[in-house]
């Protein structure tokens, strides 16, 4: 297999990943070619993709398992299944606004976001874009600092969900919050403070739209940005370590919005 070496790209490796990539393609990367180790060309899953990447005349190149296994050592568990894509593009967030009509007083919409104020590590921030596509959040928004960098391994962990999830990019959190307001989303603040202010997970009424905001597990949300918060909300812990990874907290919050979903249905 050649690339041209003038040509930046990555690898998209394993079967949900690239299943995705092929069938959403939220990044709207560019897929230079998908590589298929010929021991794995009778899976049924591997099979779909061939079909899906032949629809989008997409170029495929089956390669004997020696071959695959000299460019599979550089990448984690790929299931004989690699594609050559380029970077990730983060979604266009004026876009988003202009498209999300405004729903004041409606209450019936349901867009969810979620905002990462200050995740840096590449885990917490896959595990998160796996939940936000397991609990239907359309999209995550980061600042353009202090944030996580959308590479192989974010793709990896999130096990394809990069692939469908909008990733926003924005130069400052705050404005991005305030034009969420402006559009008629409430904004959820996370913390472990526990004062009158903030309510318990099992007490909040989430209306929507909205848009959750968690912080980074050393310093949390920044105070600017739970200012701008509507409710500020916290988890009840029982353990006498007073703490919860931001991915593992993700999945609670999410589940529990998701929970009030179905109830209202």
């Known amino acids: 297999m050649t690339i041209n070496k003038n040509i930046n790209y990555e690898y998209i490796s394993g079967i949900n990943p690239v299943y995705s990539l ?4 939220a990044g709207r990367r560019k897929i230079y070619k998908v590589i298929i180790n010929s021991q794995r ?7 779909s993709i061939i079909a899906g990447a032949e629809s989008r005349n997409i170029d495929i190149e089956e390669l004997n398992p ?5 460019i599979h050592a550089k990448v984690i568990n790929p299931q004989g299944i690699l594609a050559v894509v380029s970077p990730y593009n983060y979604a266009d967030f004026d876009d988003y606004l ?5 729903r ?6 349901k867009n969810k976001l979620i905002i990462l104020d200050g995740v840096t590590d590449v885990g917490n921030f896959g595990s998160i874009i796996r939940n936000c596509n397991a609990f239907g959040f359309e999209g995550v928004i980061v600042p353009k600092r202090r944030s996580a960098a959308l590479n192989e391994r974010v793709s990896k962990i999130s096990a394809g969900a990069l692939e469908i999830v909008k990733v ?6 705050i404005r991005a919050i305030k034009e969420l307001k402006e559009k008629g989303f409430w904004i959820y603040g996370t913390t472990l403070d526990v004062t009158p202010e903030v309510k318990y997970l099992d007490k909040v009424d989430f209306t929507f739209p909205m848009a959750l905001v968690l912080g980074s597990e050393d310093k949390g949300i920044s105070r600017l940005v739970s200012d701008n918060c509507d409710i500020m ?8 370590i007073q703490s919860l990874n931001v991915s593992a ?3 609670i919050i999410l589940y529990r919005v998701q929970e009030q979903i179905e109830k209202e249905h």
């Open 22 to 25: 092929i069938t959403e393609n």
């Open 98 to 102: 202009d498209k999300v009509m405004d």
């Open 66 to 70: 020696d071959q695959f296994n000299s």
């Open 104 to 109: 004041k007083g409606c209450g019936k919409s």
């Open 41 to 47: 060309e009778k899976d049924q899953r591997v099979r």
């Open 249 to 251: 907290a993700s999945g």
């Open 233 to 240: 909300i916290s988890i009840k812990l029982s353990g006498r």
């Open 168 to 173: 926003f990019r924005v130069i400052n959190i």
